[in-house]
C-alpha cells in the first residue's frame, strides 16, 4: 500500500450502499464494526486529527451525515412549531 498526498475518499456509490443498508437495518455495529486506531503517546492524551481509521470510514461518513439530517429536520420542526404559536 503506497501513501499518497491527498486523502482519498470512498466513490459516491460506496456512500450510497452504506447509506441505503444502514438506513434500513439500522447501524448494526456487531457487523459493520468501525475501527480506529490512536497515536501512541507516554502522556495517555490524545492528540489533535491523529484518530486514525482502520476499517469505516465509509460507515462513519453515512452515520455523521445521518446525525447532521436529522438535527438540521429537528430544527426545523422545532422552529416550525415555535411560529406556529406566536401570536398574530
Known sequence: ???TAFPVYPPMCTLANVF?????RGYEAYREP???KFAPTLDRT???FSIR???GFTKSLV?????AILDHLDSQYTTAVA????PK
Open 53 to 55: 481509521f482502520v476499517d
Open 46 to 48: 490524545i492528540p489533535q
Open 1 to 3: 500500500m503506497t501513501a
Open 20 to 24: 441505503q443498508s444502514v438506513l434500513l
Open 83 to 86: 411560529v406556529s404559536f406566536c
Open 34 to 36: 468501525l475501527v480506529i
Open 63 to 67: 452515520l455523521q451525515c445521518i446525525v
